[in-house]
Structures are given as structure tokens and as C-alpha cells.
């Protein structure tokens, strides 16, 4: 096979990988108790794709390949350890008892109330015997497939604290013999906060990669509103749920609008709103409806939830009632705060009031900690400091916004806005 044949090869493994792992991983894990091993048994099987498809070709179905190849190397592990047997008898009694009790099939809902290996994994990776950031760290590793500096990105820390974490976790989960299983009752509620963190962030990291050549990856949003449609009916009167689910389904929305035909990013107020998906709007309204009806004082992802829909219902961006979307920032940071609520409410304040009052909030962020290689604040300094006609110091601050992405997608965005201060530098000397 020629070197083009074979690289273009490996990539379709690596895509397969990126999409499959998480259920790969998941599945692997109910067999063997233990989602370090399952990991590693998964990339095992990722391993001898990469050895074997290159010449005997990608299969019909790779990812159905992967799976097996994993199960294989899963029930491997489980004779080494002498535990096939035991596992085998444990499933007999299981089905025997299920067989004397007369399980019916509203029982059996009831003892496995979701029924999903994905969702499993999530809350065993939620366990309170993690730190809140190793869990969200390990589940994104896991679920989301993410790579270690991935993740390091998207919670604004080094790389090696990143992969610390997720060894610690494993290490501990293993350590506590954790179970695979989904918790009930007032464990379901205490972990649920932190599974909520995850599934949002696995949206996110879908909704604006953060590196590579791709603006977006759909399939990540896609995964995180299955797993949150699946939370919302395992946990049907937590309005936070329901204010998740809202939140993306009405970003998701606009997905198919955020990219022209070349695949180079559109930003919010440049999208043609004719092309965001009504159904997925109407849907998301339907679940904020829901979080507010339920009661309460409203938390941060049924808040941000509201300020995506003030830009569903604006027919066009100036239509967009920017002034309330300040008003729940401003309820946003108090419930939840941090510095990039701050810098989103600043980009609010600049729409609603004007770029000099926004540019005024974020001078007073440039020496958070948290956001000193955030490109998002050079980027949004920028934007301000473009509409004030300050073209240079604009220049300056989008150059270092694009030398701090890591997508390419983004980084060729920010670039443009450089040659854009720089060519109104060009007609002003002139």
C-alpha cells in the first residue's frame, strides 16, 4: 500500500477511534470492573487496527471490529485473572433469581433504571472518592475521548496536572473497587452535579474544539444531548437537568450555521438564522420551560440556558435583547461565578451599552490568573478596541489571541481580523 493510501488509512482509524472509544471503553468496563483496564484493553484493540488495517483494509463496520477485538482481549484479561468462571456463575445466579422472583419488565426498568454502559461509566468515573476535578478530568478522558492536553485546555490548567489527575483516578477507583453501576436515591443526587459538569463539557469541547483542524465536532454534541436527554429521564424533577438539556439543545441548534461551505467558522451575529434548526430551538425552549417550572432559584446551566434563548427568539442579531442578557450574567455571576462569566457579560455590556464600557470590564480581567493564555481575551480586547477605532493596539492584541489557539479553524479567523487592522491602518495612512 502506497505511503498516501496508508496515511489516508490511519486517519479513518483514528476517526473511527475518536467516535467509538467512549462506547468501546464503556462496554469493556462492565466486563472487567475496572475503567483503567478497560482503557487500556480499548487501546489494545486501537493498536492492532493500526497493524492490520493498513493492509487487509478498514472493514465494512470498524467500529463493530474495534468492540470485538476489545471483548476479546476483555475476556483475555479475565482468564489471567481466573475470574471468567467466576463471572460466568455470577450471571447464572443473576438470571436464576431474575427467573424465581418473576421479574417483570417495569421491575427490571426499575433495578437498571437507564440501561446504558456510557451512562454507567459516567457516574463511576463521578464517584465521591474523586476530587470534583479528577472526576470531570477522568470522564472526559474516557467519554469524550479527549486527549490529556484536550482537557488541560479546557479547564485552563498545565498539562501534567491534567494527567496526574487521571491517573490518581483510576488508581483510586481501583483501590475502592468502585462498582459499574448507576447510584439511586441521595447518592443519584450528590453526584449528579458533577456529571452534569462532564456532559457539558464534552458539549462544549464539540460545540468550538479546542485544537485541531476541524472548527467544530458534531459527534461530541451529539453524544453530550443523548447522555443529557437520558439524564433528564432518570432525574425528571431536577430543574438543572432540564436547564442543561435546554442549553444545548438551543446552541446545538445553530451548528449547521456556525460553518460556511469551505468549513471556516461564522460567528453568532453573522449567521444566517434561517439555517438554525427550529426543532432543536422549540425543544430546548420546551426544557427551560420545564427547569423554571419546576421551581426554585434558578442555577447556572438553566441561567445560561435563558441567554441562549434570548438569541433563539431574535428573529435578526439586532433584534437581540442584549440588555437583559446582561441582567442574567449578572444573576450568572453571583450563582456561579468566575472569570469567564466576567469576560462573557463584559462582551454583553459592550452589545447593550457600547465597546468602551465593555473595554473598561475586560482591562480590569487582564491580570486573571485563570485567563493569562486564554486566547478568548485578547480576542474579545481585540473586538472592542477594532470598534474604537484603535486598529493597531487591535492588531496587536488579535496577533497574540491566534499565537494562543490551538485550532487551526480559529486561529486563520483571528489572523484575518490582523489583516483586517492592518489594512485599516493602510487607509488611514493614506
Same mark, same amino acid.
Given at each position: 500500500m502506497s505511503t498516501p493510501d496508508g496515511a489516508r488509512v490511519q486517519r479513518a482509524i483514528e476517526t473511527v477511534w475518536r467516535i467509538e472509544s467512549a462506547k468501546i471503553i464503556a462496554r469493556v468496563a462492565r466486563m472487567v470492573g475496572d475503567v483503567g483496564v478497560a482503557e487500556d484493553l480499548a487501546q489494545d484493540a486501537f493498536v492492532t487496527a493500526l497493524e492490520r488495517w493498513p493492509g487487509s483494509g478498514v472493514p465494512d463496520n470498524p467500529g463493530a471490529w474495534l468492540m470485538q477485538a476489545a471483548k476479546y482481549r476483555a475476556i483475555d484479561h479475565l482468564r489471567r485473572g481466573r475470574r471468567l468462571e467466576e463471572k460466568h456463575g455470577e450471571l447464572a445466579r443473576e438470571r436464576d433469581a431474575r427467573r424465581a422472583d418473576a421479574v417483570s419488565d417495569m421491575d427490571a426498568s426499575i433495578d437498571d433504571p437507564v440501561g446504558d454502559d456510557l451512562l454507567r461509566l459516567i457516574f463511576t +468515573? +463521578?464517584?465521591? *472518592?474523586l476530587s470534583p476535578e479528577a472526576r470531570v478530568a477522568l470522564t472526559l478522558r474516557l467519554l469524550g475521548g479527549l486527549t490529556t492536553e484536550e482537557i488541560a485546555r479546557a479547564f485552563l490548567v498545565s498539562t501534567p496536572t491534567v494527567a496526574q489527575r487521571i491517573v490518581r483516578a483510576k488508581r483510586t477507583l481501583? #483501590? !475502592? $473497587?468502585? =462498582?459499574?453501576e448507576v447510584p439511586r436515591g441521595e447518592e443519584l443526587d450528590e453526584r449528579l452535579s458533577s456529571v452534569l459538569a462532564v456532559v457539558y463539557l464534552i458539549f462544549n469541547e464539540g460545540y468550538t474544539a479546542t485544537a485541531g483542524d476541524d472548527w467544530l465536532r458534531a459527534d461530541l454534541c451529539e453524544e453530550a444531548l443523548r447522555l443529557g436527554r437520558i439524564l433528564a429521564g432518570l432525574a425528571p424533577t431536577e430543574p438543572e437537568v432540564h436547564g442543561?438539556? !435546554?442549553l444545548m439543545e438551543i446552541q446545538a441548534s445553530r451548528l449547521h450555521a456556525r460553518l460556511d461551505a469551505s468549513g471556516e467558522p461564522i460567528l453568532l451575529m453573522d449567521q444566517d438564522r434561517g439555517c438554525w434548526d427550529r426543532l432543536l430551538i422549540r425543544r430546548g425552549l420546551a426544557a427551560?420551560?420545564? !427547569? $423554571?417550572?419546576?421551581?426554585? !432559584? %434558578?442555577?447556572?446551566?438553566?441561567l445560561q440556558a435563558a441567554i441562549a434563548a434570548c438569541h433563539a427568539r431574535a428573529g435578526a442579531a439586532e433584534d437581540t435583547d442584549w440588555e437583559r442578557i446582561v441582567a442574567l450574567y449578572d444573576a %450568572?455571576? $453571583?450563582? @456561579? =461565578? @468566575? =472569570? *469567564?462569566? #466576567?469576560?462573557n457579560r463584559a462582551v454583553a455590556v459592550a452589545m447593550a451599552f457600547g465597546p468602551e464600557a465593555g473595554l473598561e470590564l475586560i482591562d480590569g480581567l487582564t491580570g486573571e490568573p485563570a485567563l493569562r493564555t486564554y486566547h478568548l481575551l485578547p480576542s474579545v480586547r481585540g473586538d472592542f478596541l477594532f470598534k474604537l477605532g484603535r486598529a493597531t493596539e487591535a492588531r496587536a492584541e488579535f496577533e497574540r489571541a491566534a499565537s494562543l489557539t490551538e485550532n487551526a479553524r480559529e486561529r486563520a479567523l483571528l489572523l484575518a481580523r490582523v489583516a483586517a487592522c492592518a489594512g485599516t491602518n493602510g487607509r488611514n495612512a493614506g
Open positions: +468515573c +463521578c464517584h465521591p *472518592v481501583r #483501590e !475502592a $473497587q468502585v =462498582p459499574f442543561l438539556v !435546554a427551560l420551560d420545564r !427547569a $423554571q417550572r419546576l421551581g426554585g !432559584a %434558578l442555577g447556572p446551566y438553566t %450568572l455571576g $453571583q450563582v @456561579s =461565578p @468566575s =472569570p *469567564v462569566v #466576567e469576560l
